[in-house]
């Protein structure tokens, strides 16, 4: 297409969308408390259906409970080029982190539909199910388990702290859509792009509007035990202790000096901590504790993560000491061809744009394994998120659908 022949999305209906959905699950902190698939999350789900079906798209459900809006191409047999996100939050979350992503696939299907644009390819709008993780672990397990990264009947069988079963809360979501049609897992995608709120804040303080996600960090975990001996606290001198909350805090400190970087880039989380047995008269005998370690680029992340258990092991000295390294997640690249048309969608609307990483994780890297994908960032205030205060702007907003909706536009025509 010429560039002044892409339809402009309807910056207010986009917004007003925001605002009917942010009143389910709504809480009085200005926040949205709708954890996966509770009544909530499903009323989140009828409403978008109510609203596709007034436009004659169509709605699928596959056996994840991930739901798919779509309206068709004039090839029904190609796979759809999709958008989406999650409709899901954070226990008293914000009122973007994943329905940002939703909308504005739905407004960029909108717009393409008023603008009578007929595609090759359908366009769909996916809902990728508890991509939180906060009501049913692990996080992103919809589009995990549509991409068979994880296996639907373990998925289906975890359960919350009810003891309720997703399985259950699935038959529940299609109870409340009879009118959905059966899709099965791993049904083939053309392409698929999220936009989300960045979580950060790279976008506000350099002011562009839209980040062009390049990838996303890999992690390395490991599970540290430091094994020493309970001892009487007024007893027992320096000499004859085997502290485990000294050897600990030293492999700490020393960790600390070596996985850091100039560009501050790495991240180094220990999230957890247990001095045991935890009494205040007692030395500790025991240490179990976390190392999170996050980066972009693998070879520096494996080399760095490599060197962990060496370092423990260097200052365990009174005390012994056991580590895990657990499964870990590799960094991900997004394809270049996604990443600069996402560039060149910003730069034909005149909106500031840059190139970024993801340091959250989101269900565009599950989708990346089936299909080309690509993440669409937007400012958020003072990188607050999962955060009743969480706030976009209406205007970034915008400028998140109408890149959505380009490209779409051109994935899909051809
Ligand atoms: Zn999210």
Not at 43 to 51: K, N
Not at 302 to 310: K, N, V
Not at 370 to 390: L, R, T, Y
Request: net charge negative; charged share 25%.
């Amino acid at each position: 297409m010429s560039p002044n022949t892409y339809p402009s999305v309807n910056a207010e209906r986009l917004w007003q969308r925001h605002m009917d959905m942010a009143k389910i699950g709504g809480t009085p902190g200005g926040g949205v408390h709708r954890l996966a698939l509770t009544s909530e999350d499903i009323e989140a789900h009828v409403l978008l259906v109510q609203w596709a079906e007034a436009r004659g798209f169509s709605v699928a459900l596959d056996p994840m409970g991930n739901m798919f809006l779509r309206r068709e191409g004039s090839d029904p047999s190609l796979p759809p080029v999709s958008s989406g996100s999650h409709t899901d939050t954070q226990p008293n979350g914000g009122r973007f982190d994943g329905i940002t992503g939703v909308l504005t696939a739905f407004e960029a299907l909108e717009t393409i539909n008023e603008a009578g644009i007929e595609t090759r390819y359908p366009l769909e709008v996916a809902i990728w199910n508890n991509e939180e993780g906060a009501r049913f672990t692990p996080a992103c397990m919809g589009s995990a388990a549509y991409v068979g990264f994880t296996d639907l009947d373990d998925m289906l069988s975890r359960k919350d702290q009810q003891d309720t079963t997703m399985g259950t809360c699935v038959e529940e979501l299609a109870k409340a859509l009879p009118q959905a049609q059966p899709r099965d897992l791993g049904t083939p995608i053309a392409f698929f792009i999220e936009s989300h709120i960045e979580q950060g804040v790279k976008l506000e303080t350099s002011g562009n509007v839209i980040g062009a996600v390049t990838g996303m960090q890999g992690y390395r975990r490991f599970e540290i035990e430091v094994i020493g001996e309970d001892a009487h606290s007024g007893t027992t001198p320096r000499s004859r202790r085997k502290d485990a909350f000294v050897a600990a805090t030293d492999m700490t400190r020393a960790m600390r000096e070596v996985l850091w970087d100039d560009e501050d880039e790495m991240r180094y989380t220990i999230g957890r901590f247990d001095v045991l047995p935890g009494g205040v008269s007692v030395v500790p005998g025991q240490v179990n504790f976390y190392v999170d370690l996050r980066y972009h680029d693998k070879a520096t992340l494996d080399r760095l993560a490599d060197e962990i258990p060496e370092i423990c092991k260097s200052h365990a000295d009174p005390c012994e000491m056991r580590i895990v390294d657990t499964p870990s997640v590799d960094p991900m690249v997004f394809p270049e061809d996604v990443v600069t048309s996402i560039e060149a969608a910003a730069e034909r609307h005149g909106y500031g744009h840059e190139r970024m990483y993801s340091y959250a994780g989101h269900d565009a890297r599950h989708v990346a394994r089936i299909c080309p994908a690509g993440m669409v960032f937007i400012p958020c205030w003072k990188g607050i998120s999962h955060n009743e205060a969480e706030r976009a702007e209406p205007e970034h907003v915008a400028a998140a659908a109408q890149v959505i909706s380009d490209i779409l536009i051109d994935r899909a025509a051809a």
